[in-house]
């Protein structure tokens, strides 16, 4: 091995973002490569459409649930320890997976994956903020987006290879040998850091009250559009969640070792930069979600042919983020943040002129300004808010940061998908009027679209009546899809102003950093005090 990569003390620091850029690329990968693979899944295991669901749902439910409490104990017993036993886990699971004889093995073994990886993600944003000082951090954290970027945009390929050539099981059987690397190398290069301003009690009923609070609210945004918004059990989990995340307040402002201090949030670039996490998560994952169902479901793209057309906008993601984080380390996160969401919004406008007769073509360059966007925003997201708390809290800020975007997230799905499915049956019932459909075929063809059941909806109907309703089903979807990516484009929009207006300028942030530095003990306060 040439001396320049010898593990040594001047280059340690980047052995250690090594190791928890292969960490991260495992866990994106498997946000997306599993998603081609459950058609095999269903046909290998018999398994129902709602197993399916919870192929994805149960990781991201406690994924998202537990992503503070992993931070927060990485924090008290060790971030190297905790980011440890998250990959150990991860993998595990994925080799479980791989065995699954039946459905529900498959779905258990993904909640534990979840689990596995709401202990990985924290520690890995917390161990970089650790390694790197706060001149090189966005640097470094520019670095770990792009990763991020190249696992989403390889997942749908990777996973359509592999299912196709070789087993959907290959697409898991591949998180061993990457967390063998990532443990190896974690353990050579990474030191072990924690909070040594807090004791090591565990705050269990900051634990149950969030996680109770979280998971209801998490269950009822996936499966709203699908029980009904208005139903019993929606609404009697969203009273859950109120009473879960009200009581976790409550027992944190006054409990003896709160899991989370919200003077945390005192700090305009702390609350900015989550604002910002939940904002572009909401915008993005909604629409890559709708838009992979237009390209296979009205472009007629197989799930392998539209996860590649993604590439661009994926590639852009892997160049931008690096050069954003460099970018924020010289004049701060705040003017790369607001131009990027101000990007990501004109993407999402521009694709919300999409119309029946639209074709890739049309969504190429939006497709490219919007990875342009996203890459400007996410890594100096990240710097704003681990520069916002002293070196310390990191695992427990990176917590609340990553909960932030999967909560995001999960409420975009949700959100758009409401209102995609309201635009599409009121569009249907001006649409198919003069057609004469008894209400059976009337509710068949609404329930058809999106689902990709075009044709079975069309089956019962003759030749021409068939033929004029595919129109209509056709006409609906586009106009469903424009109506949601103008909401997302408002929402980006918002968070282009709000960006700009709660993200410290770079001298205050720059402050602050080097008080941090100075006085790596001190409380948020003091950092904050010495930024006024």
């Known amino acids: 091995m040439p001396e320049r990569l010898r593990l040594n003390e001047g280059n340690r620091k980047w052995w250690t973002l090594a190791a928890m850029c292969f960490a991260l690329f495992m866990i994106m990968l498997d946000n997306t490569v599993v998603n081609v693979a459950l058609p095999s899944i269903q046909k290998d295991l018999g398994a129902s459409l709602s197993s399916l669901e919870w192929t994805v749902n149960a990781y991201t439910l406690t994924f998202a649930v537990l992503l503070v409490t992993g931070g927060r104990l990485g924090d008290i017993f060790g971030r190297r320890r905790a980011f440890l036993s998250g990959v150990v886990l991860f993998a595990a699971s994925s080799a479980l997976i791989g065995f699954a004889p039946d459905q529900g093995w498959l779905v258990a073994g993904r909640a534990v994956q979840g689990i596995g990886a709401a202990f990985m993600m924290p520690g890995t944003l917390s161990i970089i903020s650790n390694t790197f000082p706060p001149a090189e951090r966005g640097r470094a954290i520019g670095t770990w987006a792009g990763v991020s970027a190249l696992a989403l ?122 604002t910002v996490a939940f904002i572009v998560s909401f915008s993005m994952l909604a629409m890559f979600f709708f838009v992979a169902i237009y390209m296979q479901n009205i472009l007629h793209y197989s799930a392998l042919e539209a996860g590649l057309r993604f590439l661009p906008s994926t590639v852009v993601i892997i160049f931008a983020a690096p050069v954003a984080g460099r970018l924020a380390d010289r004049i701060g996160p705040r003017i790369p943040m607001t131009v990027g969401l101000s990007l990501a919004a004109f993407a999402l406008f521009l694709q919300s002129q999409v119309t029946a007769t639209s074709g890739y073509g049309d969504l190429l360059v939006p497709f490219m300004i919007m990875g342009l966007g996203i890459g400007l925003t996410m890594s100096p997201m990240s710097t704003a808010a681990m520069n916002a708390v002293t070196p310390d809290k990191a695992g427990v800020a990176s917590g609340i940061l990553s909960m932030s975007r999967m909560v995001g997230g999960t409420f975009g799905v949700a959100a758009i998908g409401a209102l995609f499915q309201s635009l599409v049956k009121d569009r249907l019932t001006t649409d198919l009027q003069g057609l004469h459909l008894t209400a059976a075929q009337h509710q068949h063809i609404v329930d058809g679209v999106g689902a990709g059941q075009s044709a079975d909806a069309l089956r019962s109907l003759d030749p021409s009546t068939a033929q004029q309703a595919g129109k209509a089903m056709k006409d609906a979807f586009v106009h469903g899809l424009s109506g949601g990516l103008r909401l997302s484009t408002a929402v980006a929009a918002a968070g282009a102003v709000l960006a700009f207006t709660l993200i410290e300028p770079h001298v205050k942030a720059r402050r602050a950093a080097e008080a941090q530095a100075a006085e790596p003990m001190a409380p948020i306060r003091e950092g904050e005090r010495a930024a006024a």
């Open 153 to 274: 945009a390889l997942g749908p390929a990777v996973g359509g290879a592999l299912t196709e050539y070789v087993s959907w099981r290959a697409i898991f059987f591949l998180n061993l040998p990457v967390a063998i690397g990532a443990v190896i190398v974690t353990l050579f290069a990474v030191r072990e850091s924690r909070d040594k301003t807090v004791d090591r009690r565990i705050d269990y009923a900051g634990i149950g009250t969030l996680s109770v609070g979280l998971s209801a609210l998490v269950l009822a945004l996936v499966e709203g559009n699908g029980w009904g918004w208005g139903s019993p059990e929606i609404i009697a989990l969203l009273v859950t969640a109120a009473v879960g995340l009200v009581a976790f307040v409550l027992v944190e402002m006054h409990g003896k070792a709160p899991m989370v201090q919200f003077e945390f949030f005192r700090s305009r670039s702390f609350l900015g930069a989550n």
